[in-house]
Every structure is written in structure tokens, then in C-alpha cells.
């Protein structure tokens, strides 16, 4: 758990610090233009994920702006949700083994109650307390996960809105500019 906390903790302080708004913002007015070569020229080499994926919208916006977007997002999405499953799996599972180990403990607690007789209680007492130091474990270990599992969950949904939004303007854009460019400017009256 440690190890993919550290490591998404690190991806996602990595993905913060290559965001560029500034170009995102500039990329979509440079599209109302539809200044295509403008859009390439001052992109490249850009690590924004949002940047990248409205040039990938924009290289494929002959044939389907949308769906290759889409498909950009998508492998941002899955990039951005690596290893959550490891975080999810051990929320579950932490607390069951430590429930488990406390039940296995109990069972010799008792067994050995039997052995001895009452007359030791303090062998089964020790033997209870040591059982229920796996439950803390495990549940130790799920409180800590959730927390950073809910905050890189979150960063994720953001993401992804992130994504879509700026998607979204891009191909209006893209379809005001079509309209224009078919019907002609439009005229004050």
C-alpha cells in the first residue's frame, strides 16, 4: 500500500506540474481561427493531458474529432487509475485477514484453556490480546488506504471533467468554424 501511495503520490505531482491552462486556452482560440499549423507548431513537446488530447481531436478532425478524443482520453484515464485496484483490494482484504488472524488466535486461546484448564486464565487472556492485535493491523492498514484511495479517486474524476470540458469546447469550435466556412460570415443587419 505504501509503495502505491508513494508512486501515485508522485505521478500525480508530476501530472500537476506539466498542466499549462495558458496553451489550453490558447490552442482553443487558436482553432476558432482554424489555424491548424499555428495549433501543431505550439504544441509540440507540450505533456498536458488535456492539450494532447484536443490534438489528437484536432489531427483526426476530418474523420472523427470525437471518437479520437475519446480514445485519448481513455488511456489518460486508465494511466491515471494504475494500481487504485491494489489500493481497493487491500481496504477489503486488511480488515478480513485481521479478522481471521483474530479468529485462528482465539481457536488456540481456547485450545490451550483446554489443555490447561481454568485454573491458568492468563495464558488465554495473553492469547485473546494477541489475536486481536491482527484485527487493529488490518484495520490499521484500511484506514490509512482509503484515504489517499478517495483523494487519487477524486483526482481521477476531476480529470476526467477536465477532459471532457475542454473536449467538448473544442468541437464546438470545430462545428461553429465548419458552419461558418459553409455559410459564409454572418452580416449585421
Excluded at 24 to 33: A, K, P, S, W
Excluded at 80 to 88: E, I, K, N, Y
Excluded at 122 to 143: D, F, K, R, W
Aim: charged share 20%.
Amino acid at each position: 500500500v505504501l509503495t502505491v501511495v508513494i508512486e501515485r503520490t508522485v505521478f500525480w505531482v508530476t501530472v500537476r506540474s506539466r498542466r499549462n491552462r495558458a496553451l489550453v486556452d490558447e490552442v482553443l482560440e487558436i482553432c476558432r481561427q482554424g489555424d491548424w499549423e499555428t495549433v501543431r507548431q505550439k504544441t509540440v513537446g507540450c505533456r498536458d493531458f488535456v492539450v494532447r488530447i484536443l490534438v489528437s481531436g484536432i489531427l483526426h478532425r476530418e474523420f472523427s474529432m470525437l471518437k479520437a478524443m475519446e480514445s485519448a482520453a481513455e488511456d489518460h484515464v486508465r494511466r491515471m487509475r494504475r494500481f487504485m485496484g491494489v489500493l481497493d483490494t487491500m481496504i477489503t482484504v486488511a480488515p478480513l485477514l485481521g479478522i481471521f488472524g483474530t479468529v485462528t488466535g482465539i481457536i488456540t486461546s481456547f485450545e490451550m484453556l483446554g489443555a490447561a484448564g481454568i485454573g491458568d486464565p492468563q495464558a488465554v487472556t495473553a492469547g485473546v490480546a494477541e489475536a486481536l492485535i491482527t484485527t487493529a493491523a488490518g484495520l490499521a492498514i484500511a484506514i490509512f488506504t482509503v484515504f489517499p484511495y478517495n483523494y487519487f479517486t477524486a483526482q481521477v474524476e476531476k480529470a476526467a471533467q477536465e477532459m471532457e470540458k475542454y473536449a467538448t469546447s473544442l468541437e464546438i469550435v470545430y462545428e461553429k468554424l465548419l458552419h461558418d466556412n459553409q455559410c459564409g460570415p454572418r452580416r449585421a443587419p
